[in-house]
């Protein structure tokens, strides 16, 4: 039986205060470890626990090119995807649902090369690429090819859920559509004045001096783009979207990276949800979403120090762009390689930040 003495009692309290100063230690050094990482990687989540990132492309935006209007324009654009996007996560919505309608914003606006307002072949024709998924069930739907089909951001969703399938192009996709009650339009609808003159002028230059004339004939803006959105939900789910109306002059029947899944498109609850923008062929090679993803969850790679290894990856093969993320934690990270990328995000306290530049 063991005897009280007051010695004992006196060395319990040390060893007791000495073990609760280490375990506070220990938390204030975690506590400070995530902060650290977590202001470096630009956390957006508001106090709901939810985050929504959006872009409309990248490329070579410069500031002295850009007319107060036409920026007002661009800001607006994005400001309406993000607003979309925003009041579905803020009631409790799904991820997908919310990405689903901040892409289907930006498809309908035709300052943005994806749904109305896309860049024409190289026989002037428009034809539109797409891709969803859903981080928390692996599903994914993609679309390519299409011609008719004035949200493509919606089909590939409707491939995800009902075709069986995860990737569907041309004709077969559109009847698919059409059995399914998705709206369909003439190609007439997404014509644009600005798309069709950026194909002349790449045209001429070709003529003039070969294929890689037509760089310095356009900006990047005419050339390409693509609209995305990323978001994490309130029940700690990912989705990414993407949608594209390709580069101008492509070849008919060629698709890039944005529908393809692991590369312009890839979301895994374990880690995070990507969109991309830029030299498609090059973000094919590289496959940049899958390759993120793997190294969070490989390496232990945070959000941003992963992003950016593969947006460098990219610019070694050659290839310019960007891309928007989210984590599971709500971590964010917006890197491009051009002078410029529409982008839009939510901030902690739910304002949105719209940025254009570098
Ligand atoms: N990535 C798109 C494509 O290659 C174009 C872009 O984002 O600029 O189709």
């Known amino acids: 039986m063991k005897i009280f003495h007051p010695l004992n009692c006196f060395f319990a309290a040390v060893l007791f205060s000495a073990g609760a100063w280490a375990l506070a230690q220990e938390h204030a050094k975690s506590a400070s470890a995530s902060n650290q990482q977590r202001s470096e ?3 957006n989540m508001p106090a709901e626990d939810f985050g929504l990132v959006v872009h409309g492309g990248a490329g070579t935006i410069e500031r002295s090119k850009m007319t107060p209007e036409r920026e007002h324009e661009y800001r607006s654009g994005i400001e309406r995807a993000l607003a979309a996007g925003y009041e579905i996560l803020k009631r409790g919505g799904s991820s997908l649902d919310a990405t689903d309608a901040a892409v289907r914003a930006l498809e309908d606006d035709p300052h943005f090369n994806a749904g109305k307002g896309a860049v024409f072949t ?15 069930t692996f599903k994914a739907g993609a679309v390519a090819c299409l011609k008719h089909i004035k949200n493509p951001v919606s089909l590939a969703r409707l491939v995800m859920e009902k075709s069986g399938h995860v990737m569907m192009d ?23 004045k600005e798309r069709w003159d950026a194909l002349e002028k790449v045209k001429a230059a070709e003529k003039r001096g070969g294929p890689g004339e037509k760089r310095f004939i356009i900006s990047d803006q005419d050339r390409h783009g693509t609209v995305g959105a990323v978001a994490l939900d309130q029940h700690g789910d990912l989705a990414a979207a993407t949608s594209t109306g390709g580069t101008t002059n492509k070849r008919a029947g060629r698709v890039g990276d944005s529908p393809v899944i ?8 374990a880690t995070c949800a990507i969109s991309a923008t830029g030299d498609g062929e090059y973000f094919i090679r590289a496959t940049v979403g899958h390759d ?9 790679m ?3 120090e992963a992003a950016q290894t593969v947006l460098d990856k990219v610019a070694k093969l050659g290839g310019t762009g960007g891309l928007i993320a989210i984590d599971r934690r709500g971590n964010i990270a917006l890197p491009f390689n051009t002078s410029g990328m529409y ?3 939510a901030d902690p306290s739910g304002k949105f930040v719209i940025e254009i530049y570098k």
């Open 343 to 345: 982008r839009g995000y």
């Open 122 to 136: 190289n026989v002037g024709t428009n034809e539109l690429d797409a891709a969803v998924m859903d981080g928390k």
């Open 262 to 269: 692991g590369a312009g498109t890839y979301a895994n609850n």
């Open 302 to 304: 945070s959000l941003k």
């Open 170 to 192: 041309g004709e077969g996709a559109e009847a698919f559509a059409k059995e399914n009650g998705i709206e369909i339009v003439d190609q007439k609808y997404f014509y644009t």
């Open 292 to 300: 993120i993803s793997a190294l969070m969850e490989y390496r232990g």
């Open 41 to 43: 990687d630009q956390p």
